[in-house]
């Protein structure tokens, strides 16, 4: 079945020190979608990637789709306290059902 | 505000009990779908509905497990003799296009 696999599961940075997620696929991605949970919260959508190599940014985040489609990443540059929470991709095959990753959890020091 | 609000936020079990949530998006969406989230995990896909038809269930949706949607509006997810296992956020979540915008989920905890 397909999988989604982040890493790290876990990244501690200093406020101001840049971050990066990155997220695999096991097979070819139609699309792939980025969330951000906040603790005790919900998933919330961040952007949705479809062509090849595509990027994409907002404010400080930079989001990329891999060429072969099974890879995406995400790098926030200069993080601050506000971004701290778990990072999850979740990617789509075809029409089915989105996948999620396993996360990438955020902690920044200020 | 995601439009979404679930049911109750919070539910305490004993082992062996029935449970039920209740999931209702403020507007209409075609589009409804369940999800199950352990501790430090992902949202895990239970079911779908388009309308009022359950369109496609997960494998992780044992014979306990059953979610109805009977006007097309609101969902509920009843799991019926609830084992510790079962202790998860439940999460609901309408689609706009390809983006889902999730409820705040409840917590179930199975003592």
């Known amino acids: 079945g397909q999988q989604v696999m982040q890493i790290p599961q876990y990244q501690h940075v200093q406020e101001g020190e840049d971050f990066t997620t990155y997220c695999n696929s096991s097979?070819?991605?139609?699309?792939i979608q980025w969330y951000k949970q906040r603790p005790g919260g919900h998933p919330v959508f961040l952007i949705q990637?479809?062509?090849?190599?595509e990027v994409k940014k907002q404010k400080r985040l930079t989001f990329q789709f891999g060429e072969a489609k099974k890879n995406s990443s995400l790098h926030i540059t200069a993080t601050q306290t506000t971004d701290v929470g778990t990072y999850f991709c979740?990617?789509?095959?075809?029409?089915?059902?989105?996948?999620f990753g396993t996360g990438t959890r955020l902690t920044v020091i200020p | 505000d995601t439009g979404v609000s679930q049911n109750p936020r919070h539910k305490i079990t004993k082992r062996g009990q029935n449970v039920t949530f209740r999931c209702d998006p403020i507007?209409?969406?075609?589009?409804l779908y369940w999800y199950r989230q352990t501790l430090g995990q992902g949202p895990e896909f239970l079911t779908y509905?388009?309308?009022?038809?359950?369109?496609?269930k997960s494998r992780l949706l044992s014979d306990r497990f059953s979610a109805e949607r009977p006007k097309g509006s609101f969902s509920t997810l009843e799991i019926q003799r609830t084992e510790q296992g079962d202790s998860a956020m439940y999460l609901c979540?309408?689609?706009?296009?390809?983006?889902?915008?999730f409820g705040p989920g409840t917590r179930l905890l199975v003592l």
């Open positions: 507007s209409e969406h075609n589009r």
């Open positions: 979540a309408i689609a706009v296009g390809e983006t889902q915008y």
């Open positions: 097979t070819t991605l139609s699309n």
């Open positions: 990637l479809v062509k090849s190599g």
């Open positions: 509905f388009q309308n009022e038809a359950q369109l496609e």
């Open positions: 979740a990617g789509r095959a075809g029409a089915n059902n989105l996948f």
